[in-house]
């Protein structure tokens, strides 16, 4: 794919922004489709997205329109950047606007909850392809960064190998590199998952646990995030990777993260209502601790670190009773449940 060729980017968030500004860096037409006139008005006149990306200045070669048949109409590539709760409504819309050939990336970390569908998943069912035909973009990568052109690393995953190398032509430059992975399941989980670990790290901050305890959570959060995976077909190597380890470390560790930041409110002891209206954007952690609490109790998979997150987030549970049951769980080998499949096995 030419990188000179149109590519619709649904909708106008931080993500979708920061990767639109990749996009045109890199000489493509982009149409950013968002539902907000205002937010459209600025972008075209003004160059501008305060809401989401308020110190950013973006490349007139940028242009957004509330109509998304005239942002996907001739657009060789779709970009879904939608929440998780917006995914099906919006691939949804698209379906009546796209091309069998054009590309289906999403950059969307999160699963359906009323339905605990991958993102994948979702925008197939919508669009009527084999699931296979969507890629996914996932790894360590705030967009505060992206957009001021911070050397950055992600992935982009699919089974057919021709759309992943479509997706890393459309998006690597001299800034921003990008790896090819065949794991689909592997990739989406971890990006989806690690935004538990996040929260829990930013709980663990805002009550002051140090660094030794942030280690230990994002330590064992891997353990239980490869778990979960691997009984859902992933490989386990995925998640020492960039959408693994690497995402997991830049989104608990970091202020730029609205997990980190919601998690360490909620330690401070400020009510879940309260830190949700004080971010005033999506926290995709807190509906995936939802999410992957079914899917573990459905596959029968340990994942205690997600379970007292649940218990904080939806039954109020006090954070430092929760930590405390975690400190407090039987004594266990390390390797303890961890996935016993081979390297062999997982490419046989």
Same mark, same amino acid.
Request: negative net charge; contains cysteine; hydrophobic residues 45%.
């Given at each position: 794919?030419?990188?000179s060729?149109?590519?619709a980017?649904?909708?106008?968030g931080?993500?979708g922004?920061?990767?639109?500004? /990749?996009l045109?860096?890199?000489?493509?037409?982009?149409?950013?489709?968002?539902?907000?006139?205002?937010?459209?008005?600025?972008?075209?006149? !003004?160059h501008?997205?305060? $809401?989401?990306?308020?110190s950013?200045?973006?490349?007139?070669?940028i242009?957004?329109?509330?109509e998304?048949?005239?942002?996907?109409?001739?657009a060789?590539? =779709? !970009?879904? =950047?939608a929440?998780s @709760?917006?995914? $099906?409504?919006?691939?949804?819309?698209?379906? $009546?606007h /796209?091309?069998?050939?054009? !590309?289906?990336?999403h950059?969307?970390?999160?699963?359906e909850?009323? %339905?605990?569908?991958?993102?994948?998943?979702?925008?197939s069912d919508?669009?009527?392809?084999? +699931?296979?035909?969507v890629?996914v973009? @996932?790894?360590p990568?705030?967009?505060e960064?992206?957009?001021?052109?911070?050397?950055?690393? =992600?992935?982009v995953?699919?089974?057919e190998?021709?759309?992943?190398q479509?997706?890393?032509?459309?998006?690597?430059?001299?800034?921003?590199?990008?790896?090819?992975?065949?794991?689909?399941?592997?990739? +989406?989980?971890?990006?989806?998952?690690?935004?538990i670990?996040?929260l829990?790290?930013?709980? @663990?901050?805002?009550?002051?646990?140090?660094?030794?305890?942030?280690?230990? !959570?994002?330590?064992?959060?891997?353990a239980?995030?490869? $778990?979960?995976?691997?009984?859902?077909?992933?490989?386990?190597?995925?998640?020492?990777?960039?959408?693994?380890i690497?995402?997991?470390?830049v989104t608990?560790t970091?202020?730029?993260?609205?997990?980190?930041?919601?998690?360490s409110m909620?330690?401070?002891?400020?009510?879940? &209502?309260? /830190?949700?209206h004080?971010?005033g954007?999506?926290? +995709?952690?807190?509906? %995936?601790?939802?999410?992957?609490?079914?899917i573990a109790?459905?596959?029968? /998979?340990q994942?205690?670190?997600t379970?007292q997150?649940?218990?904080?987030?939806?039954?109020?549970?006090? =954070?430092?009773?929760?930590?405390?049951?975690?400190?407090?769980?039987?004594?266990?080998? +390390?390797? &303890?449940?961890m996935?016993?499949?081979?390297?062999?096995?997982w490419?046989s």
């Amino acid at each position: 794919m030419s990188k000179s060729e149109k590519v619709a980017v649904l909708v106008a968030g931080s993500w979708g922004t920061a990767l639109a500004a /990749v996009l045109a860096d890199n000489g493509s037409e982009v149409v950013i489709w968002t539902r907000n006139a205002e937010q459209a008005e600025e972008i075209n006149m !003004l160059h501008t997205n305060s $809401r989401y990306l308020p110190s950013a200045q973006l490349s007139p070669a940028i242009r957004a329109t509330t109509e998304m048949g005239e942002a996907v109409s001739g657009a060789e590539a =779709v !970009l879904i =950047v939608a929440p998780s @709760s917006a995914m $099906r409504q919006v691939s949804r819309e698209l379906a $009546r606007h /796209v091309g069998q050939d054009t !590309l289906i990336v999403h950059a969307t970390k999160g699963f359906e909850t009323e %339905t605990l569908k991958r993102m994948s998943q979702v925008i197939s069912d919508e669009l009527g392809c084999e +699931e296979g035909h969507v890629v996914v973009l @996932s790894g360590p990568s705030h967009a505060e960064e992206v957009v001021r052109k911070c050397p950055t690393t =992600v992935v982009v995953a699919s089974s057919e190998d021709q759309a992943a190398q479509r997706a890393q032509d459309l998006f690597m430059n001299s800034y921003f590199r990008v790896y090819t992975n065949r794991d689909l399941i592997g990739v +989406e989980l971890s990006g989806a998952l690690k935004n538990i670990i996040a929260l829990g790290a930013g709980m @663990s901050d805002g009550l002051g646990f140090g660094d030794n305890a942030k280690a230990a !959570l994002l330590t064992r959060g891997l353990a239980e995030i490869t $778990r979960a995976g691997v009984e859902m077909g992933a490989n386990p190597l995925t998640f020492a990777g960039l959408a693994g380890i690497g995402d997991l470390v830049v989104t608990a560790t970091s202020q730029h993260s609205r997990n980190w930041r919601a998690g360490s409110m909620l330690g401070k002891g400020m009510p879940l &209502e309260e /830190v949700q209206h004080t971010m005033g954007m999506v926290i +995709e952690g807190i509906r %995936t601790t939802q999410a992957a609490h079914a899917i573990a109790a459905s596959l029968g /998979v340990q994942m205690p670190i997600t379970d007292q997150l649940y218990k904080v987030l939806f039954e109020g549970q006090d =954070v430092r009773e929760a930590v405390e049951a975690l400190m407090g769980r039987d004594p266990k080998t +390390e390797m &303890e449940l961890m996935p016993l499949k081979t390297w062999e096995q997982w490419n046989s």
